[in-house]
């Protein structure tokens, strides 16, 4: 469904480019995550993937289509909600529609079949300030949603949250992936985020880096936390975090 082919970027304030002919995959309905240390390029693959920035080298496609060609293939959603704080949980859901300009009666229908689905149909007339952390983070998904797009580019968007409330919130969104077969790409700096949601795990190592390492998740969906004590996957846990710590110090 994505693919990088070649593709090299360097941020013109840095002498050292942030990678060098990178190619990876991801495929339709996956649902992969990117790990690396602080700065090593993970969001610039996101702004690449959006056109925030402009390819230097190489190709970036989705369903086989350079990006420069296609609108509204991708949605994507950062660490902080960023809901309207003046309109309403319904207003802030419909905006995509708004600035598509659908038709206001099939806005508050798709509005309500996906509040329904996240679970906050009676918030619908609440204001942001509101809501709990863990819902706001609803609403902002039920938005990125409602886009349109197939690709959804998640970016830590859970690490501002708690720890009990990560954990729910990581179990809701594994549930609306499973009811909306959506791709999703996941930035996370929590291995164990990493390991719980994903099938495939790309690891960034180096700077500049010309591939990432890809590692196969080996755990059905659905998942459960009791899944996280199997040997294998406290195995790989360590063996992730293990080369994160190399690549730090690197």
Same mark, same amino acid.
């Given at each position: 469904?994505?693919?990088?082919?070649?593709?090299?970027?360097?941020?013109?304030?840095?002498?050292?480019?942030?990678?060098?002919?990178?190619?990876?995959?991801?495929?339709?309905?996956?649902?992969?995550?990117?790990?690396?240390?602080?700065?090593?390029?993970?969001?610039?693959?996101?702004?690449?993937?959006?056109?925030?920035?402009?390819?230097?080298?190489?190709?970036?496609?989705?369903?086989?289509?350079?990006?420069?060609? @296609?609108?509204?293939?991708?949605?994507?959603?950062? /660490?902080?909600? %960023? *809901?309207?704080? !003046?309109?309403?949980?319904? +207003?802030? =859901?419909?905006?995509?529609?708004?600035?598509?300009?659908?038709?206001?009666?099939?806005?508050?229908?798709?509005?309500?079949?996906?509040?329904?689905?996240?679970?906050?149909?009676?918030?619908?007339?609440?204001?942001?300030?509101?809501?709990?952390?863990?819902?706001?983070?609803?609403?902002?998904?039920?938005?990125?949603?409602?886009?349109?797009?197939?690709?959804?580019?998640?970016?830590?968007?859970?690490?501002? @949250?708690?720890?009990?409330?990560?954990?729910?919130? /990581?179990?809701? %969104? *594994?549930?609306? !992936?499973?009811?909306?077969? +959506?791709? =999703?790409?996941?930035?996370?700096?929590?291995?164990?985020?990493?390991?719980?949601?994903?099938?495939?795990?790309?690891?960034?190592?180096?700077?500049?880096?010309?591939?990432?390492?890809?590692?196969?998740?080996?755990?059905?969906?659905?998942?459960?936390?009791?899944?996280?004590?199997?040997?294998?996957?406290?195995?790989?846990?360590?063996?992730?975090?293990?080369?994160?710590?190399?690549?730090?110090?690197?």
């Amino acid at each position: 469904m994505l693919r990088f082919e070649n593709v090299s970027f360097c941020y013109a304030q840095d002498d050292i480019s942030m990678m060098e002919h990178l190619h990876f995959e991801v495929q339709d309905g996956e649902f992969a995550s990117i790990i690396g240390a602080s700065g090593c390029g993970k969001s610039t693959i996101f702004r690449l993937i959006n056109g925030l920035e402009k390819l230097q080298e190489g190709s970036i496609t989705v369903d086989g289509k350079p990006v420069q060609e @296609l609108k509204h293939y991708s949605a994507f959603m950062p /660490q902080k909600d %960023l *809901l309207f704080p !003046w309109r309403t949980i319904e +207003k802030n =859901i419909c905006l995509p529609l708004e600035i598509a300009k659908v038709p206001k009666a099939e806005q508050e229908q798709r509005c309500q079949e996906v509040l329904a689905q996240v679970g906050l149909t009676e918030y619908r007339k609440k204001y942001p300030k509101d809501l709990s952390g863990g819902m706001k983070q609803r609403v902002a998904f039920a938005r990125t949603l409602l886009s349109g797009a197939d690709l959804l580019l998640l970016d830590e968007p859970f690490s501002a @949250l708690d720890y009990l409330t990560r954990v729910d919130m /990581q179990e809701w %969104l *594994l549930r609306q !992936w499973s009811h909306y077969h +959506k791709t =999703i790409l996941f930035i996370t700096h929590d291995v164990e985020e990493a390991i719980f949601l994903s099938k495939t795990i790309f690891i960034i190592q180096d700077r500049p880096f010309s591939e990432m390492e890809r590692v196969e998740v080996p755990l059905a969906y659905p998942r459960n936390r009791e899944d996280l004590k199997r040997p294998d996957i406290v195995e790989l846990k360590e063996c992730l975090i293990k080369k994160l710590r190399r690549s730090v110090t690197l």
